[in-house]
C-alpha cells in the first residue's frame, strides 16, 4: 500500500491561514485608526470653533462691560449736570419770585380790572362782588419755614373771601388762619386776624398759574 505524507500541506495551510488572519486583522487596525484619526480631526476642529466662539464672547463681553462703565459715567454726568440745572432754577426762582408773589398778593388785594381779570377770577372761584378795601394788611414776613401774615378786616366774611384767595393762589401754599378777634380803631368794630403758610418761588402750584394764563 502507498502512504503520502500529507503533513507539509497541511502545515503551508496553517501558514496560510495565518498570514490571511494577520492581514485581516492588520486592515481591521487600520480602519480604526483611520476612523479614530477622522474622529479626532472632526473634534479638534470643533473644538477650535467653540475656542474662537468663546473668544468672540468673550471680546463681545469686554465691549458690553465698556459700555455699561459709559452708561454709568453719563448718567453720574446727567445727574451732576441736573443738580447744577436745579441749583440755577432756584436761583432764578428766588430772584423773580419775590416780585411774582407780590404781583399776586396786589391782585389779590384788587377788585377785577377788565373782563378778562373778572372772568380769570371767576375760575378761582373768587367772589368778584368782594370789596377788597374793606380788607388791609398789617405785617407780612416770611423765613425759610414759610411765611406768617397779620391784617385787619370788615368782618370775618372778609377775612375767609382773603384764606380762600390765599390758599387757590400759585406762590402761596397751605394758608391757615391761626385766629380772628374782634377789635375797635377809630371808632369802628373791626377783626384782626393772623395766618401763616408756605411760600413757593419755584411754582409748585404750576397747575393753578396754567390756569390763570388759560
Known amino acids: 500500500m502507498i502512504r503520502v505524507n500529507l503533513l507539509p500541506i497541511k502545515q503551508a495551510r496553517r501558514r496560510s491561514q495565518g498570514r490571511v488572519q494577520l492581514l485581516l486583522f492588520a486592515g481591521v487596525v487600520v480602519v480604526e485608526v483611520a476612523i479614530l484619526a ?22 463681545t463681553v469686554s465691549e458690553l462691560e465698556q459700555d455699561a462703565a459709559d452708561v454709568e459715567r453719563l448718567q453720574q454726568q446727567a445727574q451732576v449736570y441736573q443738580s447744577q440745572l436745579q441749583v440755577l432754577s432756584d436761583l432764578e426762582a428766588r430772584r423773580i419770585g419775590p416780585v ?28 368778584v362782588e368782594w370789596d377788597t378795601r374793606r380788607l388791609w394788611i398789617d405785617r407780612f414776613s416770611e423765613d425759610e419755614s414759610g411765611f406768617v401774615l397779620d391784617g385787619h378786616a370788615g368782618n370775618a366774611d372778609d377775612v375767609a373771601e382773603f ?10 401754599n397751605n394758608v391757615e388762619l391761626d385766629y380772628v378777634t374782634r377789635q375797635s380803631r377809630d371808632d369802628q368794630d373791626l377783626v384782626q386776624f393772623h395766618l401763616f403758610g408756605e411760600l413757593s418761588y419755584t411754582g409748585f402750584n404750576d397747575d393753578r398759574a396754567s390756569a390763570d394764563d388759560s
Request: charged letters at 35%; glycine letters at 0%.
Open 38 to 59: 477622522t474622529a479626532f480631526f472632526i473634534i479638534n476642529d470643533q473644538l477650535e470653533d467653540q475656542r474662537e466662539r468663546v473668544n468672540e464672547l468673550r471680546v
Open 100 to 127: 411774582r408773589m407780590l404781583d399776586e398778593m396786589q391782585a389779590m388785594l384788587s377788585p377785577p380790572r377788565d373782563q378778562e381779570d373778572r372772568v380769570a377770577q371767576l375760575r378761582r372761584d373768587w367772589n
Open 163 to 172: 384764606l380762600h384767595r390765599m390758599n387757590t393762589a400759585v406762590y402761596f
